[in-house]
């Protein structure tokens, strides 16, 4: 079972989000903020992050992909950033803190998952 760890700060929006990978086979973890985040990366080393760009915390998810990227331990994580902004105005800046893919909210789960398992199992 893959784990991942999933960094949004609406919690309707975590909880549906998590139950619905969970329902998928997937180990969850939540994370509220771009500290917890960076911490939680290391605590549990998720196989991958769903990481909304706009966080609470003065930490948007750009940044605090690029800290989780610095760490030697979390710095192979794959980090999927999920966004309702129109993430082509950011994807020089995401390539360049480490963002590995790109989804847009609302999330369509169907596509979220390919994305992750195309992450986790590069053929």
């Known amino acids: 079972m893959s784990k991942l760890l ?10 549906m989000i998590a139950r619905r990978l969970r329902s998928r086979g997937f180990d969850v973890e939540l994370a509220v903020d771009g500290a917890s985040a960076i911490a939680m990366s290391q605590e549990h080393l998720p196989d991958a992050i ?10 948007n998810g750009l940044e605090a992909t690029r800290r989780i990227k610095n760490i030697p331990e979390t710095q192979a994580i794959p980090v999927i950033i999920v966004s309702a902004v129109q993430l082509s105005s950011f994807q020089e800046e995401a ?4 963002v590995a893919d790109f989804d847009d ?8 998952v390919g994305k992750i398992d195309a992450l986790l199992n590069p053929s």
Do not use: Q, T, Y
């Open 6 to 15: 999933i960094v949004e700060d609406d919690p309707d929006n975590a909880r």
């Open 50 to 59: 769903i990481m909304d760009l706009n966080l609470i915390g003065g930490m």
């Open 95 to 98: 390539m360049e803190a480490g």
């Open 105 to 112: 909210k609302p999330i369509e789960f169907d596509r979220l």
